[in-house]
């Protein structure tokens, strides 16, 4: 059988190999360096314990295939020393069988690996969702608010495309807890919740940032449609009662809401936006209020209902993930070198 056969089927194991190990490396770039996808990282603590580990995989996938290209190097020159006989064929049918052996072990550990690194996702997506979310009504919270309220001002300054800020509160909070008690409350910032997560666009980042206070960050949103993004979480709420045995009482919210403007600040959105709810507060509660840039208007309920052929906000992933920080960075140029090394 010509040698020139054994180095081809050689050749392929080898290129099959350096698949497996560049399609295993590849996810854990994919999955761990997305950095934009997601509005905010896991706790710092947390991340760091992960990270050790995931680098600890990454050394002993290195580890486990520079020995593998060893022992290739070394059976190709042991073949390149043996003379033009029978010989040579066992020789290569020896080292094709040890190759074979050597590759099974190597997928074994690529497959233990890529197990490995499932756990750690799910690991991290836990503690993002402890970090970032809200335990009682499932929304996110003030951080992943922040987070996300910063990124959107970071495109609007390079973009120039509108975003608005809504600011909600529920009204008379505090006597509903006094007088049904804190699980009636609680269930009523449940039902908030649901009508926010069923009512605004998918583009859009509802959270709650306090106790009762909630906010929708509305992307690519003029003024006119933040109101009516305000007054459809509204007059959904307004329809919702809540109570025990006998008594029940009607919930409803304010709404302060801002558009961001040229020359302005981050701070002074938000300040713009709460100024409008106090307004709404201050109007009797249960209405909407805008700032205009000069002051709180209140918003008109005609002309706010979507038009009913309006198009439905595409199905856009909502951002989120985590952030690209040093230490990624590291993990980031670790793989990319070990990716380098096997080209």
């Given at each position: ?329 590291v993990l980031a140029d670790s793989l990319r070198s070990a990716l380098a090394r096997l080209s």
């Amino acid at each position: 059988m010509p040698a020139a056969f054994y180095y081809v089927l050689i050749g392929i194991l080898l290129g099959a190999v350096q698949l497996a190990v560049g399609i295993v490396l590849g996810r854990l770039l994919g999955r761990y360096l997305g950095a934009d996808s997601r509005s905010c990282g896991p706790s710092s603590q947390g991340r760091r314990a992960v990270l050790r580990q995931i680098r600890g995989i990454t050394r002993r996938i290195e580890s486990d295939v520079a020995d593998y290209r060893r022992f290739l190097e070394s059976a190709s020159q042991g073949f390149l020393r043996l003379p033009q006989t029978d010989a040579l064929d066992e020789a290569v049918l020896d080292a094709v069988r040890r190759l074979v052996a050597a590759n099974q072990m190597l997928q074994e550990r690529l497959a233990g690996a890529e197990a490995q690194l499932a756990e750690q996702a799910k690991r991290i997506e836990e503690q993002w969702n402890q970090a970032n979310s809200d335990p009682l009504t499932g929304l996110a919270n003030r951080r992943a608010f922040d987070g996300e309220f910063s990124r959107q001002f970071a495109s609007w300054r390079r973009t120039r495309q509108p975003f608005s800020v809504v600011l909600l509160d529920l009204d008379h909070f505090k006597q509903i807890n006094d007088r049904f008690g804190h699980p009636v409350g609680d269930e009523a910032l449940v039902r908030v919740g649901r009508i926010l997560q069923g009512t605004v666009r998918e583009t859009d980042f509802p959270a709650r940032i306090g106790g009762e206070e909630f906010a929708v960050l509305c992307p690519h949103s003029d003024p006119e449609a933040a109101a009516r993004t305000a007054e459809r979480i509204r007059r959904a709420v307004a329809r919702v009662t809540i109570g025990k045995g006998a008594e029940w009482v009607r919930v409803s919210v304010s709404c302060g809401l801002a558009c961001v403007a040229e020359n302005e600040p981050p701070e002074a959105l938000i300040r713009r936006a709460d100024e409008a709810l106090y307004a709404a507060k201050d109007s009797g509660r249960n209405c909407s209020y805008m700032h205009d840039g000069r002051e709180p208007v209140p918003v008109a309920e005609r002309d706010l209902d979507d038009p009913p052929d309006a198009p439905r906000p595409a199905n856009e992933p909502r951002s989120g993930g985590l952030e690209r920080d040093a230490e990624y960075q590291v993990l980031a140029d670790s793989l990319r070198s070990a990716l380098a090394r096997l080209s």
